[in-house]
């Protein structure tokens, strides 16, 4: 399995797609996924190109994980969120859908089920209010 530049994050990171920013600096991107499973739903992108887990450089996993603590952290102050969920598909088998490494920060709150994985499209103010949010608690 190779790595197509042409998947939608790597568009993203090139500037050539939009997307509600809540951080970024030079080796990562943290955006809010437009089809949440919850509220606050936020996708940590290694800038590196990789397809997923499988054939990612070691040392950008090691510079990575403590940017996903950290929006872990701030998705749940943000929310106001009981619990995060932290997720990482790799190849279809696994339900990974866009092939460039991302982990996904799911707010979980109380009583509420996980919404569908890439289903319902997020209103855009609602995003863009939560992406303010999610950057001010970083
Ligand atoms: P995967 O299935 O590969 O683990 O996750 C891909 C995620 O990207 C899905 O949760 C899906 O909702 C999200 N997604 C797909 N297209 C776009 C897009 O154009 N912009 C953003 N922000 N998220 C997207």
Do not use: C, W
């Not at 990612?56 to 009981?82: E, G, N």
């Amino acid at each position: 399995m190779t790595y197509d530049p042409a998947n939608i994050f790597a568009k993203i990171l090139r500037g050539e797609i939009p997307a509600h920013k809540v951080y970024e600096d030079e080796t990562a991107l943290v955006m809010m996924d437009i089809f949440p499973q919850s509220r606050g739903h936020t996708l940590v992108i290694p800038k590196s190109a990789s397809r997923n887990l499988l054939d990612a450089d070691p040392a950008v996993l090691s510079a990575v994980m403590p940017l996903v603590q950290r929006v872990a952290t701030a998705a749940k102050a943000a929310t106001d969120a009981d619990g995060i969920r932290v997720a990482q598909f790799n190849e279809a088998a696994a339900g990974q859908t866009v092939y460039h490494l991302h982990f996904h920060v799911i707010p979980m709150f109380e009583g509420v089920e996980m919404g569908a994985h890439g289903r319902n499209q997020a209103d855009n103010d609602e995003l863009a209010a939560l992406a303010g949010k999610i950057a001010a608690q970083l």
